[in-house]
């Protein structure tokens, strides 16, 4: 079982038909390739140990966000198999999710996490197919982006109740705009997310690009472009006035196999902005 989208993407790639069979911990999120494995969804939360106890499953494929025990998991005779990738960007968001020492993040450390995973999984097949697509789209991404040096902004909502958010230098979304180009407005802060990202700061830094991640809790992003343009001052963004808005899904940003989708997709829509 997966715990989170993530997880759930690294399962999907990677399990053989009946391997993945149950989901838990995606908040809301729309999770298609899970979907299309045909893993059930059982719980949106993330599910307690004796919840995944009962379940009776061998593998748990989780991230550093849930109330799971790895010990208890591991005493009831449950592995738990966290990918390196959610511990590098973990330990950028919170460092006190991960202990001892942790490398910064490393997007194509990907590739080596897929491979451990179709050891676990015993699917050679799968993992060297999964590993040879992320390797393509990553290095087509890279060869598709021109050298712009464009100012972004990486901008989201975390949900409907929360001011607008961004990203620093540390976690996924700042090695992304790193590895295609872009100069992140807020590459002075470290840490992987600014909750408290003044406006006026967006304002005041009037990005080239705005790079709107949708999806967190089920948003498209028509609407949370929409909502974007109603804040206060966004006309007068060069961004906006040259329409230079692009989106993301929130699942291409998580660190799973998906990056190199979100990044290959973000390159050649870069590349047509004005």
Known sequence: MSIGVASGIFAAKVAKKGQ????????GEKNPLADEYGAELWDE?????EGIIEKGVDLVIGDLYGKADPDKLAAAGIQMYIPSVLCQHAKEENPDLVKGDVSPVKLTDVENDIQE???ILNNPDASGKAVHEFDSKYKEAKN???DSGKSAAFLFYFSEQYPVMSVGEGGIEGAIMRELGLKNIFSDHKEAYLEE???EAVLQANPDVIIIKYGRT???FEQDKARLLKEPGADTLTAVKNDNIIGIANRETWPSPEIATGMLELAKNINKIK
């Open 20 to 27: 993945f069979v149950l989901r838990s911990g995606e908040l």
């Open 45 to 49: 939360a993330s599910p307690s140990t």
């Open 117 to 119: 995973l179709g050891k």
């Open 144 to 146: 598709t982006i021109k």
């Open 197 to 199: 990202v003044s406006w």
């Open 218 to 220: 089920g948003s498209t």
